[in-house]
């Protein structure tokens, strides 16, 4: 237990610091970012604020769909956007091209491994990846489907209100998938099968298998 915790944490601290520097790449950003900036332009509440905000939003989403959350899933949402805050704090903004490229490079990457720490933790998908397995579920359509038909409709309404959509969003869905795929095995914590158990978290194993994970249609993404 103390294992599994440390990792979810350690994960969830890391995903907000992927988020952050890809962020200061500044050539675009992960669909639900893209919506988080879009409407941050507005409110201007500042980005963690606005992440916790969604997270909590998209967990109201989780009722109809009877998706029930784990103790990882409520970190998840309370956690990533303080998280993402001390990594935009802390990382400069408005560097030469370079290192931009080399910020989202290395954004991705954390990303990529974070997501394969929390999720591998086995506490509960992150709130947007519930929603996706939770819809899942219940409509019976496939993954990639469902989240494609999200993380359009996310990323659209983003760029309507100004958030920053670049050769980094699709750089960002096509690479996370194949990242995310071995870092999901590769940090999952293996425990013993018990089959008498109902799993207390539905979708949780298409979440392990790597279908949720942040923004690719490949494998489906947080938790975000």
């Not at 956007?81 to 030469?96: E, F, M, R, T, Y």
Request: glycine share 14%; aromatic share 8%.
């Amino acid at each position: 237990m103390t294992r599994r915790l440390s990792q979810l944490l350690i994960g969830l601290f890391l995903y907000g610091l992927g988020i952050a520097l890809i962020v200061r790449g500044e050539i675009g950003v992960a669909p639900w970012d893209v919506l988080t900036q879009g409407i941050d332009s507005h409110t201007h509440l500042g980005f963690g604020l606005i992440t916790v905000l969604m997270s909590a939003v998209v967990l109201l989403l989780w009722i109809p769909i009877r998706q029930k959350p784990g103790i990882g899933t409520v970190l998840n949402a309370l956690l990533v956007g303080p998280s993402a805050d001390v990594g935009l704090w802390l990382i400069p903004a408005g560097q030469d091209l370079w290192l931009r490229v080399i910020f989202f490079a290395a954004g991705l990457l954390v990303l990529a491994v974070a997501t394969g720490l929390y999720i591998g933790a086995h506490f509960g998908p992150g709130p947007r990846d519930g929603l996706m397995t939770g819809l899942h579920r219940r409509t019976g359509w496939r993954i990639w489907v469902v989240r494609t038909g999200i993380e359009v409709v996310v990323l659209g309404i983003g760029w309507l209100l100004g958030g920053n959509v670049g050769v980094g969003t699709v750089l960002f869905a096509v690479l996370v998938g194949p990242l995310c795929n071995w870092t999901i095995p590769f940090f999952a914590i293996r425990r013993p099968a018990r089959p008498e158990v109902t799993p207390a978290h539905p979708g949780l194993d298409e979440a392990l298998e790597g279908s949720a994970v942040p923004s690719a249609p490949s494998i489906d993404s947080p938790a975000n």
